[in-house]
């Protein structure tokens, strides 16, 4: 597994140990590497304890899950019969398929991460009540919303979801006990590594025994999402994509500056059918397809009184500097601030105007004849936040649209791994090669 964008190596050790993989993570930053390599350490030295309690917990929750069958049995019969989950009709090719036929729609993501979680673990109590799997709830969660034959390419597996036959059950028992008894000082194997990610990035130059493997990115951001899957496509070795991006003011757009530079690998768009009509967002849009709808309908305030902050900023910085446009940031200015003086000087200062002449008195008058506007700011947040889905879900599909132009992609679609309350970048971008003849 190669794990882009890295950071201080959560998924890759995670993976690496959990699921004895070897794991090369990737970060440009120096600093992460050398945290994951810290945070590594460690980890191997608890992880033994780590595990047996997780067993225990698993256990315990097999036991509570075996109480339910019976319903869930019932939930499992009307997931099999649902088509874009297992339509039997083989792994669907480009031609094959529209866009709409295998992206998920609100109903299908919706049954992805309720129906068929519950389907998985009536798959789970199954299979791990006959032999130790080392496939997780986790893992089956996701191979249950991949179409069938898509999972097959992975398993080998010849027996629709949940109902293994003898001899697959046969076969993993064994895979299973193999995987146990070569469980050694080699095993949880994960290298975190330092690297600028690009488009043109030869993943051989930094993983010099590259094979056969598959590409993660967990929030990875801008650019580097969009770059994961162009790696995907060029490289044969890589056979599988899971990438969620975040960070979508950092993409870089083609359209976005009237710049004549279409070979370029622009964040977006990506694919043929936005280029060709020059598609553009706009940084304001992007901004917006961060924020977190799932988060506000649930109660979380949105930031209103750090945007009004930055608003009246933008004021004074227009009526007193003259300045419209500045290539410098504010950034996380707020956070730091004792007070709206402090937070405009502060910030003045970041963006290098003099505010020496700038007395307190005239900062605070221009609080004042704003402050009863406050509730028009956030009357348009709540805008912005309601429309911040369809920017993703274009953001997003301009990625999956892209691989479906790819010919050697057998399978792509988005799927909604995380419950967007706890991680607002929920969607998954995921892809399988086909195989080569
Ligand atoms: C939001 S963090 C996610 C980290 C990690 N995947 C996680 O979930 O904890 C994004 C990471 O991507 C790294 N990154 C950004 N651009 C990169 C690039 N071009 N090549 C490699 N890493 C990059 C950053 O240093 C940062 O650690």
């Known amino acids: 597994v190669i794990d882009i964008g890295s950071g201080k190596g959560y998924l890759s050790s995670f993976l690496s140990m959990q699921y004895n993989l070897k794991v090369y993570g990737i970060d440009s930053s120096n600093t992460n590497t050398d945290g994951a390599h810290e945070r590594n350490r460690k980890l191997k030295k608890h ?20 109480n339910d069958r019976p319903v869930e049995s019932e939930i499992k019969c009307k997931a099999i019969n649902e088509k874009p989950l297992n339509n039997g009709s083989g792994l669907q090719s480009r031609d094959q398929v529209t866009i709409q036929d295998s992206v998920p729609a609100s109903g299908f993501t919706e049954m992805a991460t309720s129906e068929t979680s519950k389907h998985t673990e009536v798959d789970l109590v199954a299979q791990t009540q006959s032999h130790e799997s080392k ?3 986790e893992v089956l969660n996701i191979l249950n919303v991949l179409p069938a034959d898509a999972v097959e390419a992975f398993s080998s597996s010849q027996c629709n979801c949940g109902e293994l036959c003898e001899e697959e059950k046969a076969q993993r028992k064994m895979a299973s006990l193999k995987a146990k008894a070569s469980k050694s000082s080699e095993s949880n194997l994960y290298f975190p590594l330092t690297s600028c990610i690009t488009a043109e990035t030869e993943l051989s130059d930094i993983i010099t025994d590259l094979e056969d493997c598959m590409m993660v990115g967990l929030h990875t951001c801008g650019d ?3 770059n994961t899957l162009r ?4 490289k044969p070795e890589i056979k599988a994509v899971c990438s969620v991006g975040c960070c979508y003011h950092l993409l870089s757009e083609q359209f976005e500056n009237q710049e004549d530079c279409p070979e370029e690998a622009w964040g977006f768009p990506m694919c043929q059918y936005l280029k060709d009509k020059g598609w553009c967002c706009g940084r304001n849009a992007r901004m917006s397809a961060c924020l977190a709808l799932e988060r506000v309908a649930v109660g979380q305030m949105l930031p209103t009184e750090s945007l009004f902050y930055r608003a009246v900023l933008q004021v004074i910085i227009e009526e007193i500097y003259g300045v419209t446009k500045s290539d410098r940031h504010v950034g996380k200015t707020f956070s730091k601030s004792s007070s709206f003086i402090d937070y405009v000087r502060k910030s003045l200062k970041k963006l290098e105007l003099d505010d020496s002449k700038l007395p307190d008195s005239c900062i605070m008058d221009y609080y004042e004849k704003y402050k009863h506007r406050m509730n028009e700011l956030e009357a348009f947040n709540m805008l912005k936040v309601v ?3 369809c920017i993703e879900v274009l953001i997003l599909l301009d990625r999956l649209c892209y691989l479906k132009e790819q010919d050697n992609i057998a399978w792509s679609g988005l799927v909604k791994l995380f419950d967007p309350v706890k991680s607002p970048r929920c969607y998954a971008v995921i892809a399988l090669k086909k195989q080569p003849c």
């Open 387 to 389: 429309l911040a889905p």
């Open 224 to 226: 580097l999402a969009a």
């Open 135 to 137: 496939l997780s709830e």
């Open 231 to 234: 790696i995907f496509t060029a």
């Open 47 to 66: 992880w033994r304890a780590y595990q047996s309690r997780g067993r225990a917990n698993l256990k315990s929750q097999r036991l509570e899950k075996a």
